[in-house]
């Protein structure tokens, strides 16, 4: 029997690991409808089949508009008016309904045929207007066709072990993989900083992203194995391959087992500098990777992630998951960020279209401010748990002073009503800022007598310094977080916090990258967070490398104007320290 070729295909790989398994290739939740020809007696069934998936579909569409128009504004609501308008046409729903029983086919297919026929004639014709249209019309016309199929969302991959291709994966998509099931993914969109790869390493799951071109190179059943570390997926691996990859994944093992048996040491320098090292989570359950791998505690809880996969949660069920979390890492600190909707992490229902720009909208602490309902509720059950442990309460995307002021008011207007109510919470817990936005990093001076604390996410902070969106691939290699211009601004917010007696940590993903532990340590950061199992391999690197010695070099890399040089000389030191962790 003739073998298949192999294939080696490349991206970025953004979770390290190697999984081997057959692929899953999960579509788009839509397929054109089959024509399937009906019976005389089924036609007035039909009709009233599609008038139901139309009524359906008008109250889904209903409640959007309302919801848009309230949260956001007409314009943005707009869009929803235009679609209710194509279900009300009434040309269209006279030559749908005479389909059905004329041509004796099912609502579906009539359907989409007519739609179909509206759809190839707007697009033949040139004009950005009409474009628009057209993108609006398959919309709500799919949407349609999903409500009379009475499908909810995209299907499910098969029950044994597999690796999972999709062209993208959301966050929350990503964050209800089954472990067990999914040994890896591979996707057509992402980059390092998305929340899909960074809930990826979290689950550590090996993953590769931003490949171009995948799913017509991949097929369902494919025999393939993925490198995580390198971002490179092998389509039917020859057997030179699998015994290569074994080879590395045993050097690799015995590598980390040393990393894991050093994970009790004290994170310190040579040169006696204690840093703080703490983990990011995502779930309470996250509390016990925490302790599995020695971290100090939680530099960055991402609260959100219990608002995206249904309903809003409420006081009670908040406060019970924070306190576990408290109580099983007490007396370490755990840092709640503040719920940070919007940009790529979204409320389910919540269409991506709603926003032009979604990661300069509606967003962070902008979104809580206008909840008050929301930002309450997780305000006190985050002061509830406060009377169990260490709790830091840090609010996300902060711009400007005021909203810092702003958020602080809130805090005290629920130490009161928990007060009235007879709840124990803690009168001085801490509060910190996230430093992400450049107005932020350019103010930090202003708000650092505001706060106990800064956190830089540099995730977003080297978005929105470059300009270059976090998650799309297009522009990845511009995605520079050893940029100048970065480092100035985490120079300065670093040296504002310890000007106003504060301390200043890092929680972008910067934090964990092994050739950049050199540059962030001279550059005065006193706490690194990071996913719970990179929290060992920082720790060894921290303890190879000398502090003084690195903040005499940054001083130097200051001169510098690529971003490459930077990187390249920062890497150096790491390589110089522990070449076991670096890759040359
Ligand atoms: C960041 O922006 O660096 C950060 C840690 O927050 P998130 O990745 O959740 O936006
Ligand atoms: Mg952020």
């Not at 749908?96 to 033949?124: G, P, Q, T």
């Not at 983990?279 to 996250?286: D, K, L, T, V």
């Not at 007696?501 to 910067?510: D, L, R, S, Y």
Request: hydrophobic fraction near 40%; glycine fraction near 8%.
């Amino acid at each position: 029997m003739e073998t298949e070729k192999e294939i080696r295909i490349e991206g970025i790989g953004v979770s390290q690991g190697i999984a081997r398994a057959r692929i899953f290739v999960r579509t788009q939740a839509f397929r054109e409808p089959a024509k399937k020809t009906i019976a005389e007696s089924e036609v007035d069934g039909e009709r009233a089949r599609l008038e139901k998936g139309l009524q359906v579909t008008r109250h889904q569409i209903r409640e959007m508009y309302d919801t848009v128009l309230h949260d956001v504004g007409a314009e943005n609501a707009a869009i929803f008016e235009a679609h209710l308008l194509v279900l009300e046409d009434s040309t269209v729903l006279t030559q749908v309904n005479d389909s059905i029983s004329k041509d004796l086919v099912c609502a579906d297919f009539a359907f989409w045929e007519v739609m179909k026929r509206y759809i190839d004639a707007l697009r033949a014709i040139d004009d950005s207007y009409l474009g628009e249209r057209v993108v609006d019309i398959e919309d709500v016309s799919r949407r349609v066709l999903r409500n009379l199929r009475g499908e909810r969302s995209t299907s499910k991959g098969p029950r044994e072990q597999h690796i999972l291709a999709a062209r993208d994966l959301t966050p929350s998509d990503t964050a209800t993989l089954d472990k067990k099931k999914v040994l890896g993914f591979v996707t057509e969109v992402g980059s390092p900083t998305s929340h899909t790869a960074i809930m990826a390493r979290s689950l550590q799951i090996p993953a590769v992203v931003g490949i171009r071109g995948l799913l017509r190179k991949i097929r369902s059943g494919d025999s393939v194995l993925i490198d995580g570390y390198s971002g490179i997926v092998f389509v039917n691996p020859t057997e030179e391959t699998l015994e290569e990859y074994s080879r590395i994944e045993e050097q690799k093992g015995a590598i980390e087992q040393r990393i894991l048996d050093a994970r009790e040491a004290d994170a310190q320098t040579t040169d006696g500098r204690g840093i703080i090292l703490s983990a990011n989570i995502e779930f309470p359950h996250e509390a016990e990777d925490v302790l599995r791998f020695s971290a100090r505690g939680v530099g960055l809880f991402r609260t959100e992630f219990a608002y995206m996969n249904g309903d809003q949660p409420g006081e009670d069920v908040l406060a019970e998951g924070y306190e576990q979390v408290v109580a099983c890492l007490e007396p370490d600190l755990v840092i709640f960020r503040t719920v940070d909707l919007g940009g790529d992490k979204l409320e389910p229902g919540r269409s991506t279209d709603l926003e032009p720009n979604p990661f300069l909208g509606w967003r962070g602490i902008r979104y809580c401010l206008q909840r008050p309902n929301l930002f309450e509720a997780q305000l006190r059950a985050l002061l509830r748990a406060s009377a169990r442990g260490k709790v830091g309460i840090m609010f996300p995307l902060i711009s400007s002073v005021g909203e810092v002021i702003e958020a602080k008011q809130i805090v005290e207007k629920c130490k009161e009503q928990l007060a009235k109510r007879g709840q124990a919470f803690d009168p001085n817990v801490q509060i910190g800022a996230m430093i992400e936005v450049p107005s932020a990093a350019v103010g930090a001076d202003l708000i650092a007598g505001e706060v106990d604390f800064f956190s830089i996410g540099t995730n977003d902070l080297v978005q929105y310094s470059l300009a270059v969106d976090r998650i799309n691939e297009s522009v990845a290699h511009l995605y520079q977080p050893s940029h100048p211009a970065v480092l100035r601004l985490i120079n300065h917010t670093v040296k504002s916090a310890h000007d106003a007696g504060i301390w200043c940590g890092i929680c972008g993903e910067m934090a964990g990258d092994l050739n950049l532990t050199p540059l962030l340590l001279g550059l005065g950061l006193d706490e690194f967070s990071v996913v719970p199992s990179q929290v060992p391999r920082v720790k060894f690197a921290l303890r190879k490398l000398d502090a003084s010695e690195c903040q005499a070099r940054v001083k130097e890399w200051f001169q510098l104007a690529d971003p490459a040089l930077i990187y390249q000389e920062s890497h150096r030191m790491a390589m110089a320290a522990y070449p076991e962790l670096v890759s040359s």
